[in-house]
């Protein structure tokens, strides 16, 4: 294990760390999970196809052929390839590992879906967590029966290297709604942010079509609307008071797009005028809970010709304390961390890199 | 009848007139559509709120109380009232009326909404064009057949008056896909516009719920979230190749928002890089086709703290082209055009006051 010393020498060049926020483990095959289930669902896991729901709309890989680490193996499956070819390579500090269950709240059972979690959990844990002072954790639920993701919150939330709970936004009630509370809870009990890492819209049991008016055609036009759930959760969250219920929650839009918040956050703020009578709860205005409890990862970051007005966008959103950076690695649409941080404003740089992902997963150590 | 040189004293001080895209005429009860309608369906007429899904989340009323005609009657169900208290007072040159049937395409009946659509068209020509040059129709069609649909465009789409072809955003299966492309061609045919009037989603056998994540709780939180099926309509549209299938084809986003579309066009463009294999069909990039083909009327405009902001969101979107100036009277959320039109910029002002609208809907009349 690196000291901190050791660790300051890989700082890139601009003087500080870089926190990564979202970064995939991959298992090669489900049957890695064996060691960490119950027998009685052995079974299950031999059919990696068919135990999830795969998305049939895939028209490219979803990961990057260079971040395998050997033939015949899949990309980001390998803790110590990925501490070469990822970690080491671009100077990241901190990496926080999403997962890769995407459509697991997506399954018709619930008991397998939360076995499938708890399993992923160890398996992360035993893997990577333990290779690396780098990694850090997201704790993967599946929200089909909320109590049992709470308990499985309750049994890892106190893991120094745990650090947030992660879960997909598709879901076929919002999350506002008090069904989903018991994984709030649990998170403001473990002092976690939860995480909605875009994945899983439109398939199995997450009865909401992709796009809002039916299910789209091709992975270009899934891709293109995938921040719709994103912004639909939000606005459940937000209207339905959850700040207000949970006042030290935070909530991280993980892969959801990010210059759509302006336009949802004016929208919001307007027809709060009209009609906050209906939500006697809030307190503030919408946009404010947002700037406050919601934060953004950059991954994959809109790209307009002129990039100018992204940093416009930004701006509009207070990038300096909301927008944290994510690359994605080893899927296929990873942003390079020099290519996204060097672009953006030397204040505003700062913010994304590091700071504002220091602050919320309490990472300070790095500043070192 | 007004001449074009009394409609030219009616301009406003700025020195140009105005074209309002979306100004709603009400029927007082159904009964009004009897004497336009075979008997067979007089029944149906009687059971006002019983014939179309109602609004289960409407917490405000849908109209100003003000636009009245008279006690008891509906707001916006009387031509000459609406002529003094809308056209003559906020000297508007001309405008689209969109009429009032939001959720015509959720009714189960594919006939019964045929049926509906055509007695409220006739309605429309017979009471409220006829009584004022100011006035355009959107012809009204019903979306659960569209070869009936198309009927009815062929039926009034070559009458001077009748200016674009006028549907929900709401649907089960998005109308890039090919089922849809008879009410395209009939619009071509004809040489109409098509507007996509917000209304009806989540409703009646529109499946999709209106937030992308389930039904939302409040009218605010609906309301919220309504752009998102502007956004998959367009989606769909544009990759489906809608536009290079139909190239003299214009679609008119009315009452859906603007702010998002700059976060929606950078996605798709970005998006297109990688995936442009899956559809062969386009030839330039997605924001292309965009803004030659796709229009936005300004009601309910965003409106952030600091407005400027809210400028750059329609430089970014070039609203020199692409922008129309709508009103929505006589709704709750009515903009004034004095509020809106005065915070823009001068030349973008012109724009959207008059001449986007004049050259999409060839008012050029008006411009004398």
């Not at 895939?58 to 980001?76: C, M, N, Q, V």
């Not at 059972?109 to 967590?129: C, E, G, L, Q």
């Not at 906050?276 to 919408?286: D, F, M, N, S």
Request: with cysteine.
């Amino acid at each position: 294990m690196e000291t901190a010393v050791q660790r300051a020498s890989s700082k890139p060049s601009t003087g500080y760390g870089i926190i990564d926020c979202d970064v995939h483990q991959h298992l090669n095959s489900y049957e890695e999970l064996k060691p960490y289930m119950p027998r009685v669902w052995w079974d299950r896991l031999k059919e990696y196809n068919g135990t999830f729901p795969s998305l049939v709309w895939r028209s490219i890989p979803l990961t990057r052929r260079d971040a395998s680490p050997e033939e015949g193996k899949i990309p980001g499956s390998d803790p110590e390839f990925a501490k070469k070819h990822f970690l080491d390579k671009h100077n990241i500090s901190k990496a926080i590992l999403t997962g890769s269950l995407l459509t697991l709240s997506t399954h018709p059972n619930p008991d397998y879906a939360a076995a499938i979690a708890t399993a992923f959990n160890d398996y992360t844990f035993d893997k990577w967590i333990s290779s690396d002072d780098r990694w850090r954790a997201s704790i993967v639920v599946a929200t089909q029966d909320p109590l049992l993701a709470a308990k499985e919150i309750d049994r890892l939330g106190s893991h120094p290297k745990a650090c947030q709970v992660v879960v997909t936004p598709s879901s076929s009630q919002p999350y506002g709604q008090r069904w989903f509370y018991p994984i709030f809870e649990a998170c403001v009990r473990n002092n976690l942010p939860i995480a909605l890492h875009s994945g899983g819209e439109g398939e199995g049991i997450n009865t909401p079509p992709i796009s809002a008016v039916g299910q789209p055609t091709t992975n270009l036009e899934r891709h293109n609307i995938l921040p719709i759930h994103q912004m639909s959760q939000l606005n459940s969250i937000v209207c339905e008071g959850v700040f207000e219920r949970f006042p030290t929650l935070k909530v991280v839009c993980v892969e959801g797009g990010l210059a759509w918040l302006p336009h949802l956050m004016w929208r919001m703020d307007k027809n709060y005028i009209a009609m906050r009578k209906e939500v006697p709860w809030l307190k503030r205005k919408p946009s404010e809970y947002i700037i406050d409890h919601y934060r953004f990862t950059t991954q994959p970051i809109e790209e307009p010709e002129n990039f100018d007005e992204m940093i416009q966008m930004l701006k509009f959103m207070k990038a300096e304390k909301t927008v944290l950076f994510a690359s994605d690695y080893p899927h296929w649409d990873f942003d390079d961390p020099k290519f996204v941080l060097h672009k953006l404003p030397e204040e505003m740089r700062r913010r994304v890199a590091y700071e504002n992902a220091a602050e919320l997963y309490q990472l300070n150590d790095i500043h070192s």
